[in-house]
């Protein structure tokens, strides 16, 4: 492994949508208080990992874990966005669907921060949930 001991790493899985890579990326190297995000996107990534039903679901498991395990990242954010084509639905769908999907990564027990993350329609990020903090509800960052 040649990473340093100051190259400190989180982890996104996010759709392919461009608009989703960047609010995502900078809310992980903030809020997470890493140097770098590592990203494993596949289309619909909200909706893939909360059914978990195909070999996508388990390929982005196999890449986060991957991250986690030889990057030491300390944080694993699960992101869905406004306006998804490969995942289209309602916001309380997604909601619940990004919830779920967050649950599930907490179930592999990595011993990282878990969170959940909204790319809204004005491009800017609300947390949907976080294995750090109890939010009574749901917080955006413009
Ligand atoms: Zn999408």
């Known amino acids: 492994m040649t990473i340093s001991s100051v ?3 989180g982890t996104a899985v996010n759709c392919i949508d461009g608009r989703a890579q960047h609010p995502v990326s900078e809310w992980v190297r903030l809020h997470g208080n890493v140097k ?3 990203v494993v996107t596949t289309p619909g990534a909200d909706g893939i990992l909360s059914q978990f039903k195909t070999d996508r679901a388990r390929y982005t498991r196999d890449e986060v874990i991957l991250s986690v395990r030889r990057h ?9 966005h406004f306006d998804c084509l490969a995942n ?5 769908i997604r909601k619940d669907q990004i919830r779920a999907a967050a649950e599930r990564v907490k179930n592999w027990d990595l011993g990282v921060r878990v969170v ?4 809204n329609e004005w491009g800017s990020v609300d947390v949907i949930c976080d294995t750090d903090e109890d939010y009574p ?3 955006s960052w413009l």
């Open 116 to 119: 959940g993350l909204y790319v």
């Open 7 to 9: 190259d400190t790493f």
């Open 72 to 80: 030491q990242s300390a944080i694993v954010a699960v992101a869905g």
């Open 137 to 139: 509800q749901i917080r």
């Open 36 to 38: 770098y995000v590592d």
């Open 88 to 92: 289209p639905c309602k916001f309380e």
